[in-house]
């Protein structure tokens, strides 16, 4: 705001500055040619009756400039704007010794009033060159032409700025949907105040939805929306079930509501024991019913320590463990043939590592390889024995479980 703020008294003070100064030329140009005009009228005439009266031009010349000067000594600009104050003349030649011609009326660059004129019939032109000098209203000046620039600013800041090709983009893509160019106009306006995240939404919805882009546009703009960041972006996306939603409105208005809620939703990962599935995100994923109870045994070693799993030998299954599964699985309703399996045959290396896999699978179909990542295992070798342990990957204070 400040930055905007000193740029603009910066331009307002050089275009005040460029102004005052035109306006300063043309006021002197104006009355330098206006005086110019009524001495043409008037001065050949008065010029000639005192020449004529005298004995010679030599000794008529200083009395006629003394006098001529007196006249001249003030004289009052006329103008809407007087922004000169009186001025006064000063006669610095009054006959053209080399009698050369010049047009009528002329005013040099200068500030000088050159004023022709000949004696009766001669085809000789004389030529009276006078000095002007006029006073300044100097507050008058810079005032109005302050208050000028102060208008021409202001007018400016409300002219449409010309698009970028960013922005003309936007606008023929608004157009190529059905939209007027106004309404383009307009919403491409909208679209410049929003943030990167509902820039993104609103570019994915209309490749994507049935809805209008002022309709998508109004459901971005609340508030709910706006305060949605970049991390949380990936989490809407894949809660919307775009697959499956028909080619109407309110589906995809409460699809849109649904996929806010994941995405607001804790990086939670939590056990629903009842209905056999997780919830990650506030994603639910329903988990085959075996693999779902090692995951569940991961969880809970994790929430009551390290959670390291070290993968049994081939050749000596892990017994202690593998009496945990089954006490878990019986208590929550595990199959029965996996329950047997590990009574007979205790928990084998390959039994762990085949549903350990077949949790990242279901996890990565259901969300995705990204946002699975962080819910899945870890791993790292064993120096003592030379092989693997497992456990989540997740902090224990991330977990949660549904138990009744």
């Known amino acids: 705001m400040t ?6 008294l910066v331009v307002w003070c050089l275009l005040t500055t460029v102004l005052s100064g035109l306006a300063f030329w043309h006021a002197q140009h104006s009355f330098r040619a206006h005086l110019s005009q009524s001495l043409q009228e008037q001065l050949p005439e008065r010029l000639q009756l005192a020449l004529q009266n005298r004995l010679s031009h030599g000794g008529a010349q200083p009395w006629v400039t003394e006098r001529l000067e007196q006249d001249l000594a003030s004289i009052v600009t006329a103008g809407r704007l007087p922004v000169l104050g009186p001025c006064r003349a000063h006669v610095i030649q009054l006959l053209d010794d080399h009698g050369s011609a010049v047009n009528t009326g002329t005013v040099t660059a200068s500030a000088e009033v050159i004023v022709p004129w000949r004696f009766g019939d001669s085809e000789i032109f004389e030529r009276a060159r006078l000095a002007v000098d006029c006073e300044t209203n100097m507050p008058l000046l810079v005032g109005s032409q302050g208050l000028l620039a102060l208008l021409l600013l202001g007018g400016m800041a409300l002219l449409p700025r010309p698009l970028n090709s960013s922005a003309r983009a936007q606008v023929q893509s608004l157009m190529a949907s059905g939209t007027g160019y106004r309404a383009a106009r307009r919403l491409q306006r909208q679209l410049a105040q929003l943030n990167s995240v509902q820039r993104q939404l609103f570019s994915y919805f209309s490749q994507a939805s049935p809805l209008a882009p002022a309709e998508i546009l109004h459901r971005l703009s609340q508030s709910d929306i706006v305060v949605l960041s970049a991390p949380q972006l990936p989490w809407f996306h894949r809660a919307l079930s775009v697959d499956t939603l028909p080619a109407q409105k309110a589906p995809w208005l409460e699809a849109m509501d649904t996929a806010l809620a994941v995405a607001n939703a804790p990086d939670q990962l939590t056990f629903d024991c009842r209905r ?32 390291w799993v070290l993968n049994p030998p081939v050749n000596r299954p892990d017994r202690e463990n593998a009496q945990s599964l089954i006490e878990l699985m019986e208590f929550h309703g595990g199959h029965a043939k996996s329950i047997n399996d590990l009574r007979e045959n205790g928990l084998r290396a390959k039994t762990l590592d085949q549903n350990r896999n077949k949790i990242r699978d279901e996890l990565v179909s259901a969300l995705g390889e990204d946002l699975a990542s962080a819910y899945l295992f870890t791993s790292e070798r064993d120096f003592k024995s030379g092989r693997y342990r497992y456990r989540l990957g997740l902090d224990a204070a991330s977990i949660t479980f549904i138990t009744h």
């Open 276 to 307: 056999l599935r997780v919830s990650i995100h506030g994603i639910h994923i329903a988990l085959s019913k075996t693999p779902f109870f090692y995951y569940l045994w991961y969880a809970r070693l994790r929430t009551q320590g390290e959670g």
């Open 3 to 8: 930055r905007h703020f000193y740029r603009g």
